[in-house]
């Protein structure tokens, strides 16, 4: 469903992009989806609203079998990428699995600024994106996501979250479209 109107109390989370993140291979370039979340974050900043970054910094607790991790990440792999910032007044939530509510502070954060909406960015979609969408959802906050400024390691489950999982608890649009909805 496209984007038709952002509540005066919105909200940018941008999920994991981070420099180790980013750095991996996309099915949409991550430059662009840098590019177009830089954007977003501008014109929220610029409008006095709530631009949030969100960073993972390691797995949660549970099974750990599957894909393993060769080596030590990089020192440098959860610094948000410096396209996004953080600028002054942004504020930074760590998470440790996929979502950003569980485990962190991001809806007190939310709450705390009066926030009803949220506009979603990031990597990967069919995984922090779409974990922090349903999330979000289920807090009761209206949800949009910017679908220039989210892309996954798998095309099909990127095409996924956008056709089938996000037309059910959000609306979405371009980047540019929603910053032109902020006025």
Do not use: C
Not at 16 to 33: F, M, N, R, Y
Not at 89 to 100: E, I
């Amino acid at each position: 469903m496209t984007a038709t109107v952002l509540d005066p109390r919105t909200a940018l989370v941008v999920v994991d992009l981070q420099k180790g993140i980013v750095a991996l291979p996309t099915a949409h370039p991550a430059e662009d989806v840098v590019a177009n979340s830089a954007a977003l974050a501008d014109a929220f900043r610029a409008k006095g609203l709530p631009v949030l970054l969100v960073r993972v910094t390691g797995g949660a607790p549970g099974r750990t079998e599957g894909a393993a991790r060769s080596g030590e990440p990089a020192a440098d792999w959860a610094d948000i990428v410096p396209e996004l910032g953080p600028r002054d007044g942004d504020v930074v939530v760590t998470k440790q699995q996929w979502g950003a509510f569980h485990g962190t502070p991001l809806d007190l954060e939310l709450r705390r600024r009066g926030i009803t909406q949220v506009v979603l960015t990031g990597i990967a979609t069919s995984i922090g994106v779409e974990s922090t969408a349903r999330a979000a959802h289920e807090h009761g906050y209206h949800v949009t996501i910017a679908t220039d400024a989210v892309t996954d390691m798998d095309a099909g489950a990127h095409r996924n979250s956008l056709e089938k999982i996000f037309p059910r608890l959000a609306e979405t649009d371009t980047s540019a479209a929603i910053a032109a909805l902020l006025g």
